[in-house]
């Protein structure tokens, strides 16, 4: 099964369900999130009984995933708590089935990175600064290589790029300078 990641403003968690991107799976995936992530979205979404809700009706009806080590148990409808991120998504991606999208979750996907189980990124630039909040590829972040398989640009100005991430970048020397 396919595992990526939607990754926008990490400023506030990304929710791409009801959004026109990416069409692939739209509102049928799957979502892993970390522990705060969850929690956030576990306080709210249940409560929303509306099925024909464009957020609510998917999520609420669709597998959840959620990466702790002290949560104590997951009692929104369909989620499993992984203790094991590692072994336990290597399981998941072997398995037969749709792909699971992680939607902010910063924390997550720097493991996921770290090792090397994204298989794509969807990656949304909005075209605004806001000088605050937690970054997807700040300190820590294990060198990765990405190719661009796709990138479109919304009238608003909103950058949705798509990539793979294509291994450990390898460093090259600079050019000799003429004397």
Known sequence: MPFSTAAGSCHTPTLTLAASWPTSSRGRAPSFWGRGTYELFANYWPRVKDPKHPIA???NGLPKYVASRSLEGATWNGSTVLRDVRAEVMQLKEAD???IQVHGSVGLVQTLLEYELIDEVHLLQFPLVLG???????????PTAFELLATKTTPKGVLMSTYRPSGRPSYGSPPEMPD
């Open 57 to 59: 009706g998917p999520l």
């Open 132 to 142: 605050t909040g937690k970054r997807l590829f700040g300190s820590g972040t294990i």
């Open 97 to 99: 089935g749709p792909e």
